[in-house]
């Protein structure tokens, strides 16, 4: 969607009403490939943006590309060079990238390609070259040499190299290094790897730029590509090398690593130990470790568990209130903003408390919103026994609130009739009532209910089971208490 991209960043807005919509992820994609090619650039914007995401406008470069009419990719190989041979050359390179193979053979050397278009222009054919493909490569590339005013001729010959540096232009993200380990594999400037056929015809190449891949589960195949020189990537695209020191988490030691790192891109050129962990790098690789392992790799303590479902099910029950989304999906996407700063000096996952994270999560929270909480979901209520008893606040398998519970004693309850609520009287507390073994005997929401219907019943037969523990008549003005008989 490259095109479509270039164009939309042309006319400023991408807010049409599409009939069907650019899948976001290939558009996004599309984008990171033309600011890569110097069409775009991504500018500051005076309101946060999600991380990863910001305004991107259209470059001079851009608008010269677009106006050729072309695939991005070829509009920047044909407009990186002003030498008039190297322009005749693209203007070849555009043309056979464009066309359908002139070879019979499976060679996957582009250089081959062109040097059967040039002893074409010499009169000669060869037994794998096809004449009408290669005529109509030369007509192609004619065109694209009166478009550009390009009076130079082709060049009759080029080294690979010099294909493998202008293709570039057309192919940075598909700038490809021999993997160190595999003469066969390489590593992409995307950060994908890629593997050449067993009878490659450019073999033993150490930089490569691709420009036809086929994207396969594993590794990608290396169906066309041209040698590169590293001396001319570095001068050409001496942006895209850069070195630092790198902080990764390491899962299988359960520790950081800290590395000073050569990169081309998503290419590792070299690496070697940082030795002492810069803590800004430190706070940031423990905080995409959690992304990485998930919430449950935080040291939740049950108090801490329980506060964040109170704050889900207010967040539900009393909307007015502003709670903050504290939800699995919500803290994953916000972890930048309220856990990595509480990683601050650290270098182990396991050196963030439990008193740490519980500050780290009510950050956003202002105090006097905590007493809120604390008053509308308390967490233990004083029952007619005289007793504090610990009320259980969850959510279903929708992460929605369900019912919170108060199970007690039913001895424990004697002369209460209303069934207890929280969140200002909106929600009712599910009773387990239990035996005086702690088992239970009945769960209701309607205590009056329970003790008008259901006691008599419960009575004639936990009573011979329980002697020692009062059973009277009249629930309703009986002593509630947590004890039992006293003996005699």
């Given at each position: ?33 033309l600011?890569?090619?110097?069409a ?10 999600p ?6 406008r ?32 693209a ?12 070879l ?8 081959e ?40 001729p ?27 380990q ?53 001068q050409?695209?001496a942006?895209?090398f ?30 070697k ?21 998930g ?10 568990s ?26 994953l ?16 996952l396991?050196a ?18 905590r ?47 209303q ?23 009945q ?16 009575r ?16 309703w ?10 003996r005699?």
């Amino acid at each position: 969607l490259a095109s479509l991209a270039l164009e939309l960043a042309a006319w400023g807005s991408d807010a049409l009403r599409f009939v069907d919509p650019p899948p976001t992820g290939a558009m996004a994609a599309a984008r990171d490939l033309l600011q890569r090619l110097d069409a775009l650039e991504k500018r500051l914007h005076p309101k946060p943006l999600p991380e990863g995401e910001g305004v991107v406008r259209i470059t001079a470069r851009g608008r010269r590309m677009l106006a050729l009419g072309t695939h991005p990719r070829l509009a920047a190989m044909l407009l990186a060079s002003s030498k008039p041979s190297r322009v005749a050359l693209a203007c070849d390179l555009a043309a056979l990238v464009e066309a359908r193979d002139p070879l019979r053979s499976r060679s996957d050397a582009l250089a081959e390609r062109w040097q059967a278009l040039a002893a074409f222009r010499n009169g000669r054919v060869g037994a794998d070259a096809k004449r009408s493909a290669l005529a109509a490569i030369d007509a192609a590339s004619k065109q694209w040499r009166r478009r550009l005013r390009c009076d130079a001729p082709p060049p009759a010959n080029a080294p690979a190299h010099a294909l493998g540096d202008l293709l570039a232009h057309a192919f940075p993200d598909r700038i490809a290094k021999q993997h160190p380990q595999d003469a066969k594999r390489y590593l992409l400037a995307n950060g994908r790897m890629a593997k050449l056929f067993d009878d490659s015809a450019v073999h033993g190449e150490p930089w490569l730029v691709a420009s036809e891949l086929r994207f396969e589960a594993r590794d990608a195949l290396l169906l066309r590509a041209a040698p590169v020189d590293e001396v001319y990537l570095r001068q050409a695209f001496a942006a895209h090398f850069h070195e630092g020191d790198e902080v990764r988490w390491d899962a299988g030691r359960r520790a950081l690593t800290s590395e000073r790192i050569a990169r081309f891109d998503g290419i590792v050129l070299s690496s070697k130990p940082a030795g002492r962990v810069d803590p800004a790098l430190a706070a940031r690789a423990l905080t995409d470790a959690v992304r990485d392992l998930g919430l449950v790799a935080l040291p939740w303590s049950d108090s801490l568990s329980q506060w964040r479902v109170r704050v889900q099910c207010l967040r539900a029950w009393m909307p007015e209130l502003g709670l903050p989304d504290l939800s699995d999906a919500a803290l994953l996407a916000s972890l930048d903003d309220w856990l990595k700063p509480a990683f601050a000096g650290k270098t182990r996952l396991d050196a963030l408390d439990e008193s740490a994270l519980a500050e780290a999560l009510k950050s956003g929270v202002d105090w006097s919103l905590r007493q809120r909480i604390e008053q509308l979901a308390p967490t233990r209520i004083v029952v007619p026994s005289g007793m504090e008893r610990r009320i259980d606040y969850q959510l279903d398998d929708h992460d929605q609130p369900a019912s919170p519970v108060l199970a007690v004693k039913l001895q424990e309850l004697f002369g209460l009739a209303q069934t207890p609520r929280v969140a200002d009287g909106r929600v009712p507390l599910t009773i387990h009532l239990l035996s005086p073994g702690g088992r239970p005997l009945q769960v209701t929401q309607d205590l009056a209910g329970f003790w008008e219907r259901t006691y008599p019943e419960v009575r004639k037969e936990m009573k011979g089971r329980y002697p020692r523990h009062p059973w009277p008549d009249d629930p309703w003005n009986a002593t509630a208490t947590h004890r039992a008989k006293p003996r005699g």
